[in-house]
């Protein structure tokens, strides 16, 4: 049974592209960079490889930066698809007042799959995007996905492993609503990310 798991992957595998990259460079050198611990619950629920959290503020506009790293795996696939803004940020109480469809934003040669939000309880506009990137796609796009046989099994029939996934959460206020969030998180995004294939 294991020799067959493994050429049924392998025989798939052959197809997909190699491994692209890309980490976060930080502004630490920003003096109001600010390092930020995950709590005891986000790093049993996420097991995530590598994370790390920060905020700081560039002008006007008030930055905090979430990313996570899964090294490839059985269970990394479903744990980041399964924790989207819409998923954890609601069950921390949150609503939305705008959403957009997923979008590409072209980044040193990347088309991230992005997704953009717009909480709805906070004085001032805040402004979620979110990017879940799969480091050996064919086609980058990612939903909110829920943990049903269906979403478990498709992967398996196309015979596709989890190589390694990434996101990054770029929470940020300052602006006044998404079309203005957009263009401030394509502009920061060409300043701190760091491809390597």
């Known amino acids: 049974m294991e020799i067959g798991v493994e050429t049924w992957y392998r025989v798939h595998e052959v197809r997909l592209p190699a ?15 600010k390092w930020h ?3 005891s619950d986000t790093v049993r629920i996420l097991r995530f490889s590598d ?3 920060a905020s700081w503020q560039q002008d006007e506009l008030q930055w ?18 399964g924790h989207t803004p819409e998923v954890c940020l609601t069950a921390a109480g ?5 959403k ?9 040669g990347l088309q991230l799959p992005v997704r953009f939000y717009q909480l709805a309880d906070t004085l001032q506009p805040v402004c979620v995007a979110y990017c879940l990137w799969s480091d050996r796609a064919v086609i980058q796009q990612f939903s909110a996905a829920g943990l049903s046989y269906g979403t478990r099994l498709a992967p398996v029939l ?7 996934q990434r996101s990054i959460e770029i929470m940020l206020s300052g602006v006044n609503g998404l079309p203005e969030a957009r263009n401030a998180v394509k502009a920061l995004l060409e300043q701190i990310l760091l491809v390597r294939e």
């Open 158 to 164: 196309a015979g596709v492993r989890n190589a390694g």
């Open 51 to 53: 994370g790390l959290n």
């Open 100 to 108: 957009s469809e997923l979008q590409y934003v072209n980044i040193h």
């Open 19 to 33: 491994a692209v990259e890309w980490q976060v460079s930080w502004p630490t050198r920003n003096p109001s960079f």
């Open 37 to 39: 611990e995950f709590g």
């Open 64 to 81: 905090q930066v979430v990313f996570l790293h899964w090294k490839p795996s059985v269970i990394a696939l479903r744990l980041a698809e």
């Open 94 to 98: 949150h609503s939305f007042i705008g």
